[in-house]
């Protein structure tokens, strides 16, 4: 299971780098093709897609790696054994807000299938679609998060 996770941990990190790439050339392209007066409509479409993708697959790499930004003046001086309790609430509505997102996509992604992009036939859906996976992966993180500060309590898990 650990190797399954890691496997789509590490793919989800190429996936997110490439379209982070090619996000940034077609708006570099679409800008030098407007510079000779050759208008590439779907170098934007493209684009804005490939944005939704890496941002909210971005996210949850960041979640996943403890780099997101967190608030601990509050609990900073509180007993390790409430820290740990808060950490776990926090990670708990954290996991129920997820739940919502992917529900709520879920019916956004089925009501956006038969719209699609102005210049290249792709359903919108793809792009809420993005919104569901991103959360069914951070639901996944998160409840590793959860076992981890159950079960185990070392430095580096204090950090994140």
């Not at 997102?101 to 359903?123: D, M």
Request: positive net charge; proline residues 2%.
């Amino acid at each position: 299971m650990r190797k399954v996770y890691r496997f789509l941990c590490k793919a989800e990190v190429i996936a997110c780098g490439t379209g982070f790439i090619f996000l940034v050339a077609f708006v570099f392209l679409s800008a030098i093709l407007r510079f000779f007066r050759v208008s590439m409509a779907w170098n934007i479409d493209l684009a804005m897609l490939l944005l939704a993708w890496t941002a909210f697959l971005g996210a949850d790499i960041a979640w996943r790696d403890g780099q997101l930004v967190g608030i601990d003046i509050v609990t900073r001086r509180l007993p390790r054994i409430i820290q740990k309790i808060i950490k776990i609430l926090l990670y708990i509505i954290i996991f129920c807000a997820l739940v919502i997102i992917a529900a709520f996509g879920i019916k956004l992604a089925i009501a956006e299938r038969l719209r699609t992009y102005q210049s290249i036939p792709v359903p919108y859906s793809v792009v809420t679609l993005s919104i569901v996976v991103t959360a069914l992966s951070m639901m996944l993180s998160t409840i590793i998060k959860i076992r981890r500060a159950i079960f185990k309590h070392d430095e580096k898990e204090e950090k994140e």
